[in-house]
């Protein structure tokens, strides 16, 4: 008989191995009570939120510099505990971490308050203020470089954080955290709180001395966490959720020779499709349809599947056996319903225990399907065809979701029309991109709520304006 998990502990497992990394003690309700509790202490006496900003800008590029020197170590955590593909790790994420800190570090003198309008008899000064003890509940898929558009911009600002990472992938933001120290945070100013979700994540989003709570997770989560905020003190609470992000291809598509095909490949299997603005949507004019799938069939086959720590790998395994287990009932679902799965399968020598799923492209797929309707978060993606630009607006917009979309086009008024009809946060025209950090990131409908990341305008998430009011005589 299997033993039943222990909620104490928190188990760390290579997904491509199935192998126990670490074991470590999880937070409990009572350890996010001490948590709050010392990270007031911290904001009362002034030792971070009373710094001028350029102090606080000059401890936050330091750790910036602290996170360069062990590149290799965090490129390595998430390549173990997310099955990551490293060479992803070294030139995405981690670099993006480190860009991430840097940036809110030279915004923190940036972020200007305003005067309001008045008579020569008044003063109206509009003052931007940190918001004071604040939480981040952070996914698995980028698990250092989302700790980091959290981690800058609340710090930058002045709050004390309290950061849970995800279950399965804690160590970077615990590494993250040692880094922090040896820059010259003060102790309780960031804090890393490994735990269960149903216990340290719901105790942040229902206590009382957490004034805001930046979550990027699923919808399901989002929502539980939106309801214990309004249950309790309700608590600023934004969230960056699910994608079901369509690449809109018109008839001169294939005027883009390779890049197209490469771009599309990016947006559909970057982390083994495990990403939330995963192209996993194509949507193709019917002229070009038959050629596309050829030439993208072919692409998705010949990417290397393999060990995440070899660097020449591109797709590694899912986040679990688990989430395998369910994208391959997805896809056999939508084959017994008539749809066809186009795929090279897995070479062999992969580790039995690894969660492994080949690149797949699913046409064919009847409406209705989960393949086409739900975010399966694998390496999985459906090519349905269009005719008119109308047709191909309906169907980008046939979702819940509106994280992300990408459309190809040589023509500047079809690429207004479209990136104007389509329902999302941030559409990229002629390539898969989420944009830079300055300009900001999140989603429509059930993608996003109640703020942005990336850009200044991540400081109103950890920010609040006071109108301070003054009569002359």
């Known amino acids: ?227 214990d905020a309004a249950e309790t003190n309700f608590k600023r609470v934004s969230l960056e959720m699910g994608g079901k992000s369509p690449q809109v291809l018109m008839p001169d598509a294939l005027d883009f020779g390779a890049d197209l095909i490469d771009d599309m490949i990016e947006a559909a299997f970057l982390t083994t499709g495990q990403n939330c603005t995963a192209g996993s949507r194509i949507l193709v004019h019917e002229d070009i349809a038959a050629e596309v799938v050829a030439r993208f069939t072919a692409a998705a086959g010949a990417l290397a599947v393999g060990d995440p720590a070899e660097p020449g790998t591109r797709t590694g395994p899912l986040i679990s056996r688990a989430a395998r287990d369910r994208v391959a009932h997805a896809v056999a679902a939508a084959v017994d319903a008539g749809a066809v799965a186009h795929t090279a399968g897995l070479p062999a020598g992969l580790h039995p225990r690894g969660a492994y799923y080949p690149p797949t492209v699913v046409t064919g797929a009847p409406d209705g399907s989960a393949v086409l309707t739900e975010e399966l978060f694998g390496p999985v993606v459906t090519v349905q065809t269009f005719t008119t630009e109308q047709e191909a607006i309906r169907t980008a917009n046939a979702t819940p979701y509106g994280l992300a979309a990408s459309l190809w086009t040589h023509d500047l008024d079809t690429a207004f029309r479209l990136a104007r009809g389509i329902q999302a946060g941030v559409v990229s025209v002629n390539a898969y991109s989420e944009g830079g950090i300055t300009a900001p990131f999140g989603g429509w409908k059930q993608s996003g709520f109640g703020g942005a990341e990336r850009s200044t305008d991540a400081f109103a998430q950890w920010t609040r304006e006071k109108t301070v009011w003054i009569r002359t005589r």
């Open 1 to 227: 008989m299997t033993p039943e998990p222990d909620d104490r502990l928190l188990t760390v497992v290579n997904p491509a191995t199935g192998e126990t990394l670490d074991t470590l003690p999880a937070a409990t309700a009572e350890e996010v009570d001490r948590a709050v509790d010392r990270a007031h202490r911290v904001l009362d006496s002034g030792v971070w939120a009373g710094r001028p900003p350029r102090e606080r800008a000059a401890v936050l590029l330091r750790l910036a510099d602290l996170m360069d020197r062990d590149a290799e170590i965090l490129a390595r955590l998430d390549c173990e505990d997310a099955g990551k593909p490293v060479t992803e790790c070294r030139t995405g994420d981690v670099p993006a971490a480190i860009e991430s800190i840097r940036w809110f570090a030279e915004a923190a003198d940036k972020v200007f308050g305003r005067i309001a309008p008045t008579g020569h008899d008044h003063l109206g000064l509009i003052s931007r203020e940190p918001v004071g003890v604040v939480a981040a509940v952070l996914p698995w898929n980028y698990p250092l470089a989302m700790a980091a558009w959290k981690v800058g911009p609340a710090l930058a600002a002045g709050n004390s954080l309290l950061l849970k990472p995800a279950e399965a992938t804690p160590r970077s933001a615990l590494h993250l955290a040692r880094l922090a120290t040896e820059a010259g945070l003060p102790d309780g100013t960031l804090t890393v709180l490994p735990g269960h979700g149903p216990r340290a994540g719901r105790a942040l989003a229902r206590h009382p001395g957490i004034g805001a709570l930046s979550f990027t997770g699923s919808t399901a989560t989002g929502r539980r966490i939106l309801a």
